[in-house]
């Protein structure tokens, strides 16, 4: 009978139908999610009396989606056998015909006159082909649409599944693309590749049109034959030519079709149209343009998301913990942006492989060396000079990258009119480095360094001085076609030194360290089926040495303090899975296990049950041995995610996450410094944990490169640390009879506007975020505002930025930045009285003032070389104009006694236009990289 049919299909392929002529269309109805084309022919054959004439095997792997009361046939075999170079003819009798490889002729040819040529039209229709069957023409043109096979037919024998997994890579430097976009248009289905440019996909055997996309490259559309599973390497060229094409789409599955919530993702080139002061890129001051993320004052370290402290965030570089982020107190980043090659920010909804802070996770990914050329980049600003250099150590299989920078900022200092400043020295640098090495395709290998060093003198009275460190080993191998895990060993540290000799009978040098030791693994396993399962667990060893508060200088009575040595093990396991329940629902679960403990040698005071925690208080000194069990703590932290999909661009999502906490920061200032000292949780400070919940609707439009956001959330911590009024650090070893422990509520919205393509590009953030500390007791002194709600000192309601660049052509283009915050949170004096002659200030409520709000304008001008293809290096230049409007903006408001009457007074960092101007450079062309 097969064979018949394969006859009799012939024959039809050559000769022309002249009977009944064609059907103009068939209606049907039905919900057909991903069904194969066998069920769905029966079902149309039941409902509408038509008859299918094919060969099985021409549609096996062909699946059929379509819903509705009102379905064209016409359209729907359209979508699904077009692409799969599969032809129809829809007879007046109801027959419809299939054919591979070759069109049926369906009409008579027109003879109406002698001259003239025959019109062999298939299906013809004056209003031309539609939008369907043209993009099938014009992607079979030759030339135009590549096909790529996948696997072998031998392979693909008995299985409906096939897990396609590769690497997408840019052809020119051989770099990973990450974020880039692997879709299957005829499926509606895609994914993203990862840090290291890698992807897996589960699809069924058959034939599809799949696109390729990654922001600043050519888009590639590839005609695809599955036979089986396989490896599929894609290669990616630069995109130069049109200004209009989009440029950002890193987050297209993220926003939409992601169950990643209060998630942002941007790549190294945004720091390029970023104005910023003295002209240095830094990717911290990017995200604080980000909503939802703020910092207490210009030019301070550190960050803070959703009204949470410094401490709270988590941030990493290529794995290595970055426990101070910043130089110079915080105008500047702590690593080179040269290493950046893209950054990641999680708020909520943290994916149950991280874990240990409960506001953010910062994850910075560095960049890998030039797999196939030697290649160099570097600039000069008026108070930096960096360079880094790159290259194949072995051609496509191994590189390497380093990278440095270096300040010459005394000169500054030297020009200011105060003369403190001008006997003052300030000086920082900085160096890291990757190894790459890729042994086979199933492997590979990256080594990651890194040092920053600072120094900072403050006239004759005090000397700062402090170091990052780290490195990591990350071993990525892939075990089978679904099986993938990711092993990564990792060390950091971060010390200081300060002296002060700001009363010399009294002047103090201390020193203090944290190590960090870290063996993380994560797994991943994609199922046949609907499933994408990640699991692993890590182990951190801290090392704290607190150090010593020692006399300095031959005057100095200052007695000594031993504030004694931290030491603590944090494990954890964990284990989610992403479901994709439908095409139009995903569910994200998580669950992680967190073990704590506290490890010895330290003298734990134990303090009465019902007394307050005070030195009086005190029952038994435990004196616990290097390593010795002195407590633990566990906590469950469960992950869930929803998205929900409205429509083909826009979906509805909802999180919850928890996260515990087992390390702070000491610190009695409102702005993180370098003598600013993490520690441990212990006996007697118990571990911190969030509660956070969140919901938000997400819209694309695709065809303007607009992403939007609107997302609100509320977080409940627990035993949130905060300070008593006066507490001093280095004074005792007892932390916690300075340190008291409450509840924070913080509650928001937040919205985003980006456009990504044409011309003009930016984005618009606006959130309005409200965070309240509640620390009460049963002791009086264990109170803070009289037991009473208070904000805390991150509470900034409303937060606006807007940032924008404008192209005018490959060589001119033009940035701007709009910045406005409502004002931090203050405790001003409101009265003086006097008790025995000696006078009292008596303060306000905590934090029931705010200084002034922060307003900011900033510009730049980006002027690139020429455009000659041939060249030895390609520079441009950045003349950037930072608050334009000369705004004294406030960081902080201070009160002194002068002469009996107290006043108040106001500074500010920059308190008129900064203008700098900055060269930077490259070996090679304007496209190079």
């Known amino acids: 009978m097969n064979r018949l049919l394969q006859i009799c299909l012939l024959i039809l392929s050559y000769v022309p139908f002249s009977l009944n002529g064609q059907v103009k269309d068939v209606i049907f109805r039905g919900s057909f999610q991903d069904v194969t084309f066998g069920d769905f022919v029966r079902d149309v054959e039941q409902q509408t009396g038509v008859s299918f004439y094919y060969l099985e095997s021409w549609t096996r792997g062909l699946r059929v989606t379509a819903s509705g009361d009102e379905i064209s046939l016409r359209k729907t075999l359209d979508l699904t056998l077009l692409p799969a170079g599969l032809y129809y003819v829809l007879e007046g009798t109801g027959e419809i015909y299939l054919s591979e490889g070759q069109a049926l002729v369906s009409k008579l040819p027109d003879y109406s006159g002698s001259q003239g040529e025959l019109d062999l039209s298939v299906d013809q229709d004056i209003s031309g082909p539609t939008s369907t069957e043209q993009k099938y023409i014009d992607g079979r043109k030759a030339g135009m649409l590549e096909t790529i096979s996948v696997g072998t037919r031998a392979a693909g024998e008995g299985t409906n599944v096939a897990v396609l997994y590769g690497k997408i890579t840019d052809v020119e430097t051989g770099d990973p693309l990450i974020g880039a976009t692997v879709y299957f248009e005829d499926l509606a289905k895609g994914t993203a590749t990862d840090v290291d440019g890698r992807y897996s996909i589960v699809v069924r055997p ?261 170091d990052n460190m780290g490195g990591s080993l990350n071993i990525r191998r892939r075990m089978g076609s679904r099986l993938s895990g990711d092993l990564a060993l990792v060390y950091g540290a971060y010390d200081f030194t300060t002296i002060n000799e700001q009363v010399a009978s009294e002047a ?193 439009f695709p065809r303007g490169g607009i992403n939007t956001s609107l997302e609100v959330y509320y977080k409940k911590i627990k035993n949130v640390v905060d300070f008593r009024d006066g507490a001093s650090f280095i004074t005792s070893p007892y932390v916690e009879q300075v340190t008291l422990q409450g509840e924070q509520e913080a509650y928001g919205f937040e919205a985003l506007f980006r456009k990504s393509a044409g011309k003009l590009s930016g984005w618009i953030a606006y959130s309005y975020a409200r965070s309240m500390m509640l620390v009460d007791s049963k002791f009086s002194s264990e109170r803070i505002n009289q037991g009473e709600p208070y904000p805390s000192n991150f509470d900034r309601p409303h937060n606006l930025s807007i940032v ?67 060249k030895l290096f390609h520079s441009y230049w950045m003349l950037n104009f930072y608050n334009i409007t000369g705004r004294q903006n406030a960081y902080s408001v201070y009160f002194q006694n002068d002469d009996g009457a107290i006043n108040g007074y106001k500074l500010s960092i920059f308190g008129q236009m900064v203008v700098t101007i900055s060269w930077n450079f490259k070996l090679g062309n304007y496209a190079s990289e």
Not at 373 to 397: M, Q
């Open 206 to 466: 058959g034939k599809y049109t799949i696109e390729f996309k990654c922001m600043g490259m050519e888009d590639r559309l590839n005609y695809l034959e599955v036979l089986s599973g396989g490896d599929l390497d894609i290669t990616m060229r630069r995109s130069v030519i049109a200004l209009t094409e989009v440029v950002v789409r890193a987050n297209r599955y993220h926003n939409v079709r992601g169950t990643q919530m209060g998630f942002d993702r941007l790549n190294y080139k945004v720091l390029n149209e970023v104005p910023m002061v003295m002209g240095e890129k830094d990717v911290l001051k990017v995200i604080q343009m980000l909503p939802g993320v703020q910092t207490v004052g210009e030019g301070a370290a550190g960050f803070n998301v959703r009204g949470s402290a410094a401490d709270q965030n988590m941030i990493y570089i290529n794995k290595v913990p970055v426990y101070n982020s910043s130089h110079l107190f915080g105008f500047f980043t702590s690593f080179s942006p040269d290493i950046v090659k893209d950054f990641t920010l999680y708020k909520s909804n943290v994916p149950a492989s991280y874990g240990g802070r409960m506001a953010s996770v910062f994850d910075i990914t560095a960049r890998q060396g030039n797999l196939n050329k030697y290649t160099a980049h570097g600039g000069i600003s008026p108070v930096t000079a960096r360079l880094s250099v790159e290259g194949p150590i072995k051609k496509g299989n191994s590189s390497f990258i380093v990278a440095g920078r270096s300040t010459y900022s005394d000169w500054i200092l030297s020009k200011l009119e105060d003369p403190v400043l001008r006997e003052s020295k300030a000086n920082f640098n900085d160096l890291s480095g990757m190894l790459t090495w890729e042994p086979g395709e199933k492997t590979l290998i990256k080594a990651f360094g890194y040092y920053s060093h600072d120094y900072f003198k403050l006239g004759t009275t005090n000397q700062y001085e402090y």
């Open 508 to 700: 103090w040098t201390q020193s203090y360290r944290i190590d960090h030791y870290e063996t993380k693994l994560d797994m991943s396993w994609l199922s046949l089926g609907k499933h994408k399962l990640t699991f692993g667990g890590s182990a951190i060893l801290y090392n704290l040495d607190r150090g010593d508060v020692l006399p300095y200088g031959d005057i100095s009575m200052r007695v000594p303090v031993e504030l004694g040595l931290d030491n603590g093990l944090e494990t954890a396991v964990y284990l989610a899975d992403e479901i994709s329940l439908s095409p139009r629902f995903t569910v994200y679960g998580g669950l992680r296990f967190a073990f704590y403990s506290v490890l010895g040698p330290d003298d734990v005071q134990v303090y009465g049950e019902g007394l307050p925690i005070q030195p009086g208080s005190v029952v038994e000194v435990i004196d616990a041995e290097p390593y010795e069990l002195i407590k633990t703590y566990t906590g469950l932290e469960p992950r869930l995610a929803l998205n929900i999909m409205l429509g083909a661009n826009n979906s509805l999502k909802l999180s919850y996450n928890r996260v515990n906490q087992f390390i702070f920061m000491l610190s009695n200032t409102v702005a993180i410094s370098p003598t600013d000292q993490w520690k441990l949780v212990d006996l007697n400070i118990v571990p911190p944990y969030v509660d956070q919940v969140s919901m938000g609707f997400y819209q694309d």
């Open 804 to 870: 924008s660049n404008i192209k005018l052509n490959r060589r001119l283009s033009f940035s701007a930045n709009m910045v406005y915050t409502t004002g931090r949170p203050v405790t001003y004096p409101v009265s003086i009285y006097y008790m025995d002659g000696i006078q009292f200030v008596d303060y306000a409520d905590r934090n029931s003032y705010r200084i002034p709000d922060y307003f900011r304008l900033d510009f730049s001008v980006n002027l690139e070389g020429n455009l000659r293809e041939r």
